[in-house]
């Protein structure tokens, strides 16, 4: 294990690969929409700015980079032969808004620094490597998310060309005005068959990692998620005028409604979230006429999260009744629960192993949303989860990594890729 280690970090040295890792993602922090916050979302200006710079990060590793169909930055490093197989790496360069440094941008950054210890020993694998950092994760702009990862697996569908943001310009017109073309999207797909899996590197985004004491993770499977966007409607009034017993409040509707949120979630052992709501006409002086609310809910199992969602609805069709307003609900999202593949998980065990000497690495399931997850459609994957610090807290500026642990990830990632690498056999 000793050995393994010393050779990966050769020539440049674990430590000095990780802070190099981390100063591209303080450099990405600065490529931000938002004042004094990281905002990055697809198809921005600042995504086309981030999308320079990860590409030239790909070229110093080694990687031919290029910027696909549908706005996803790639690197390909070639394989052993010229008709090899492709093993994909990756992770997203998108940010929800206030965001921390390295969700997403950090795997992406693991990825580059493993491509570049390879091409600094010349080594060629029995396969490709495809590097990806994923235009659309979060979904933020069009409310749609893994847009870029739906694309490269084949999954894109061209209705969503139809999704506006929130100042109504299409996905379609921010495509064109970005300089690609929206009827072409789905050439960013690769060919599964071309495919020998997906392997990514993320931060953990909760404190599992934090509380056992371990630095690295592999991850089991990733939860199945719906989002939803919901409505109650009851009507608008003077805040002075309209008696409190003849008031149809439509916030207090959707209050109630978050609140069965949580006692759902606590009662089913499932996550649920309200994380946006927009009341109208919005003055302190006018009694809600409408509330619109979002609802984001995910479960180990497409069954639990369903159950849940369904107990839900039943609350907040109660709660609409009992105030004589309106619900109304409609889907904005489905992500199936999705496993990780096996031999690809051992690899990553092994790769955890070789970093770290832990023989038994913890298993983790993801409860947070992954490219992995659309890539499923089109290959097996596996993930390396990170610890994170400041008790895992992440999707705020407070997301924070050891270097240390940045480090062997990095050790990890590389035995991780050498190992599918020994295992894999090529197709007669
Ligand atoms: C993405 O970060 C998600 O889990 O929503
Ligand atoms: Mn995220
Ligand atoms: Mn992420």
């Not at 093993?87 to 390295?102: F, M, Q």
């Not at 005028?241 to 916030?251: I, T």
């Not at 889907?331 to 023989?359: K, N, Q, Y």
Request: proline share 4%; charged share 25%; glycine share 12%.
């Amino acid at each position: 294990m000793r050995r393994a280690r010393r050779a990966a970090a050769a020539p440049g040295g674990a430590l000095e690969d990780a802070v190099e890792a981390m100063r591209r993602c303080d450099v990405l922090a600065g490529v931000s929409a938002m004042e004094g916050g990281i905002e990055r979302v697809y198809l921005s200006p600042e995504h086309a700015r981030a999308n320079a710079q990860a590409g030239e990060w790909l070229e110093l590793a080694g990687m031919r980079a290029w910027e696909d169909a549908a706005g996803n930055i790639r690197g390909s490093y070639p394989g052993a032969t010229e008709d090899a197989p492709v093993l994909v790496l990756g992770s997203h360069l998108d940010t929800v808004p206030d965001a921390g440094r390295y969700d997403g941008i950090l795997g992406v950054m693991i990825a580059i620094a493993v491509v570049g210890r390879l091409h600094a020993h010349g080594a060629r694998l029995p396969f490709g490597i495809e590097v990806i950092g994923f235009a659309d994760e979060e979904g933020v702009r069009f409310g749609r998310t893994l847009l870029g990862s739906c694309a490269v697996a084949g999954t894109w569908d061209e209705a969503w060309l139809d999704l506006a943001d929130g100042d109504g310009v299409t996905l379609r017109d921010a495509l064109a005005a970005f300089g690609l073309d929206p009827a072409r999207v789905g050439d960013a797909a690769l060919d599964p068959a071309r495919v020998v899996g997906y392997l990514e590197a993320h931060i953990e985004q909760g404190p599992l990692l934090l509380d056992a004491g371990r630095p690295l993770g592999v991850v089991s499977g990733i939860m199945g998620a719906k989002r939803f966007d919901l409505a109650m409607e009851g009507e608008a009034g003077h805040a002075g005028g309209v008696p409190m017993r003849h008031r149809r409040d439509a916030l207090l509707g959707a209050a109630t409604a978050a609140l069965a949120v949580e006692q759902v979630a606590l009662a089913e052992g499932v996550v649920g979230t309200v994380g946006e709501m927009r009341v109208a006409p919005g003055a302190a002086n006018v009694i809600p006429g409408r509330a619109e609310f979002s609802l984001d809910v995910r479960a180990a199992t497409d069954a639990e999260r369903d159950r849940a969602w369904a107990r839900i609805r039943a609350l907040a069709v109660e709660a609409a009744g009992a105030r004589r307003l309106q619900f109304t609900e409609s889907l904005r999202h489905v992500a199936p629960a999705t496993s990780s593949e096996r031999r690809l998980s051992e690899a990553v065990e092994h790769g955890i192993s070789v970093a770290t000497g832990d023989r038994e690495p913890m298993e983790l399931l993801s409860k947070a949303g992954h490219d992995a997850m659309a890539i499923a459609a089109l290959a097996p994957y596996a993930m390396l989860f990170v610890r994170c610090g400041n008790g895992g807290v992440s999707h705020q500026p407070d997301e924070s990594v050891e270097v240390g642990d940045v480090a062997l990830a990095i050790d990890a990632f590389e035995a991780a890729i050498l190992a599918v690498a020994q295992r894999w056999q090529p197709l007669a």
